[in-house]
T-cell receptor, first 113, second 114 residues
Framework: GNSVTQMEGPVTLSEEAFLTINCTYTATGYPSLFWYVQYPGEGLQLLLKATKADDKGSNKGFEATYRKETTSFHLEKGSVQVSDSAVYFCALRVSGGSYIPTFGRGTSLIVHP | NAGVTQTPKFQVLKTGQSMTLQCAQDMNHNSMYWYRQDPGMGLRLIYYSASEGTTDKGEVPNGYNVSRLNKREFSLRLESAAPSQTSVYFC?????????????FGPGTRLTVT
């Protein structure tokens, strides 16, 4: 089956620090990979995605590269802000497979001024 | 575009009461989903509708029913609420049911069952 594993949180950083949130996956078939962000009291929203190996998704200063050889899609940002405090979810969907996306458990990020 | 809308935003029920959570999307998406989110459990899929006229069970369907009323609307019904159904419920939609199609989520309904 499909699965997504994310690092446990919370991740606590000072403003302007470098962020990495690890995500690894297993999939039957060729997955597309996603990062979603959930701000307090809101629903999830797409942060970035990549649909094939070696693609890099980027948005709002965040980046993630689809690494097929290591089955990973780690989220990075060079300089975090207090406003980046949120829960981040890694997810995958397989083409031609189940209609159901697979989500990781989420990683909470807390950024202090 | 309003995207995905959910009503109500908050609800308190007594054990045994029933209610329907409403969801609508204005993006002409084919697929719609209902999730629940509990602390430490991540997102769990309750039911989904790959296309208008079809519905299927997800990971945790017991105690729930759904109706895909038309292409826009997908409702979730709790026939006899239980305290274990206290949760935040999210509706989502996507253009297609597989591959590179991302999901769009509503703002959630916060349900408490006493």
């Amino acid at each position: 089956g499909n699965s997504v594993t994310q690092m446990e949180g919370p991740v606590t950083l000072s403003e302007e620090a470098f962020l990495t949130i690890n995500c690894t996956y297993t999939a039957t078939g060729y997955p597309s990979l996603f990062w979603y962000v959930q701000y307090p009291g809101e629903g999830l929203q797409l942060l970035l995605k990549a649909t094939k190996a070696d693609d890099k998704g980027s948005n709002k200063g965040f980046e993630a590269t689809y690494r097929k050889e290591t089955t990973s899609f780690h989220l990075e940002k060079g300089s975090v802000q207090v406003s980046d405090s949120a829960v981040y979810f890694c997810a995958l969907r397989v083409s031609g497979g189940s209609y159901i996306p697979t989500f990781g458990r989420g990683t909470s990020l807390i950024v202090h001024p | 575009n309003a995207g995905v809308t959910q009503t109500p935003k908050f609800q308190v029920l007594k054990t045994g009461q029933s209610m329907t959570l409403q969801c609508a999307q204005d993006m002409n998406h084919n697929s719609m989903y209902w999730y629940r989110q509990d602390p430490g459990m991540g997102l769990r899929l309750i039911y989904y509708s790959a296309s208008e006229g079809t519905t299927d069970k997800g990971e945790v369907p017991n105690g729930y029913n759904v109706s895909r009323l038309n292409k826009r609307e997908f409702s979730l019904r709790l026939e006899s609420a239980a305290p274990s159904q206290t949760s935040v419920y999210f509706c989502a939609s996507s253009e297609g049911a597989s591959g590179g199609y991302e999901q769009y989520f509503g703002p959630g309904t916060r349900l408490t069952v006493t």
